[in-house]
C-alpha cells in the first residue's frame, strides 16, 4: 500500500505564503508524476501544479506565476510554494502520484488525505 501525507495547510492574509509538503511512503518501486489539485466548496478539483520524474511541469492557469512546484526525488517528496496568496486560492489542497508499487506494475494513481489552505484577512 502506498501512503501520501500532505502537511503545510493554514490561514494566511491576502498576499502572503505558505508551502506546502507532499511525502510517499509504503511499498513503491517508482514514481512518475507528483502533483497537487485543489477543491473549493461547491466546485470541482482542479490542477494546480504537477511535475513528472524528469522534471516536466504543467500548472493550472489561476496559479501560474505565483505557485512553484519541485520535488526531492531521493525524498518521495513533492512540495508547492505559495506565493502572493488570494482569497480565491481557499480550497483543500490535494497531493497526488502516479505509483509503481514493484517492477513491471503499472503506475496507479494515489491520494492524499488533503490539506486546508484559506486565504482571509
Known amino acids: 500500500q502506498v501512503q501520501l501525507v500532505e502537511s503545510g495547510g493554514g490561514l494566511v492574509q491576502p498576499g502572503g505564503s505558505l508551502r506546502l509538503s507532499c511525502t510517499a511512503s509504503g511499498t513503491i518501486f517508482s514514481i512518475n508524476a507528483m502533483g497537487w489539485y485543489r477543491q473549493a466548496p461547491g466546485k470541482e478539483r482542479e490542477l494546480v501544479a504537477d511535475?513528472?520524474?524528469?522534471?516536466?511541469?504543467n500548472y493550472g492557469d489561476p496559479v501560474k506565476g505565483r505557485f512553484t512546484i519541485s520535488r526531492d526525488n531521493a525524498k518521495d517528496t513533492v512540495y508547492l510554494q505559495m506565493n502572493s496568496l488570494k482569497p480565491e486560492d481557499t480550497a483543500v489542497y490535494y497531493c497526488?502520484?502516479?505509483?509503481?508499487?514493484?517492477?513491471?506494475?503499472?503506475?496507479?494513481?494515489?491520494w492524499g488525505r488533503g490539506t486546508q489552505v484559506t486565504v482571509s484577512s
Open positions: 497526488k502520484a502516479e505509483v509503481m508499487p514493484s517492477y513491471g506494475a503499472t503506475y496507479q494513481p494515489y
Open positions: 511535475q513528472t520524474s524528469s522534471r516536466l511541469t
